[in-house]
């Protein structure tokens, strides 16, 4: 089993850029598809990308192609999100989730999530 | 994108009833398709994978059915741990969510 620690909470101006990290323990990194889901306040959650851990490659929703990144370190067991050109619509709490690489299936663990406010 | 409908958006009951939640997709997405159960403050937890497959150390009182379009989640007594918002997730073709639904207390 994997355990996701991501980082802390972030206040960011509009038009800046996050980025948030998401730490791997416990399992095999590169064992791994890490996702990025969102929830903004009140909202649903919002699929965001992925990315594989053993290869790097990812995948994208078109509601954020363009203005995110997924990346990872398989050193330091690690995958980011980074979102830029903030609005005051991307305040939510952004959550890592893996599954194993494996095949397809749902989202088994989670990070705690980070809560990113974009306020002027 | 494959779009994802959930109903209802909201379902009073009361511990002890039988609830069924639905959640149908824009196009075909065979049985890849999981069930979370998210509790305010927390991150949402998996109940069932591929439509109908209960993860480990999930209750025996949640079931999943369905392939296709249309899919439901039952659980078959409540009980006062169930009381939160539940969402569909397809992940046969990128991954999306539905828009929820909040399990209340009658």
């Known amino acids: 089993q994997v355990q996701l620690v991501q980082s802390g909470a972030e206040v960011k101006k509009p038009g800046a850029s996050v980025k948030v990290s998401c730490k791997a323990s416990?399992?095999?990194?590169?064992?791994?598809?890490v996702h990025w889901v969102r929830q903004a306040p009140g909202q649903s959650l919002e699929w965001m990308g992925w990315?594989?851990?053993?290869?790097?490659?990812?995948r994208y929703s078109q509601d954020f192609q363009g203005r995110v990144t997924i990346t990872r370190d398989t050193s330091a067991t690690t995958a980011y999100m980074e979102l830029g050109s903030l609005r005051s619509e991307d305040t939510a709490v952004y959550y890592c989730a893996a599954k194993d690489s494996g095949g397809l299936r749902g989202l088994d663990y989670w990070g705690q999530g980070t809560l990113v406010t974009v306020s002027s | 994108d494959i779009q994802m409908t959930q109903s209802p958006s909201t379902l009073s009951a009361s511990v002890g009833d039988r609830v069924t939640i639905t959640c149908r997709a824009s196009q075909s997405i065979s049985s890849w398709l999981a069930w979370y159960q998210q509790k305010p403050g927390k991150a949402p937890k998996l109940l069932i994978n591929k439509a109908a497959s209960l993860e480990n150390g999930v209750p025996s009182r949640f079931s999943g059915s369905g392939s296709g379009t249309e899919f439901t989640l039952t659980i078959s007594s409540l009980q006062p741990d169930d009381f939160a918002t539940y969402y569909c997730?397809?992940?046969?073709?990128?991954?999306?969510f539905g828009q929820g639904t909040k399990l209340e207390i009658k």
């Open positions: 997730q397809q992940y046969k073709s990128g991954d999306t």
């Open positions: 416990g399992d095999t990194f590169t064992n791994y598809v």
């Open positions: 990315i594989s851990a053993g290869n790097g490659n990812t």
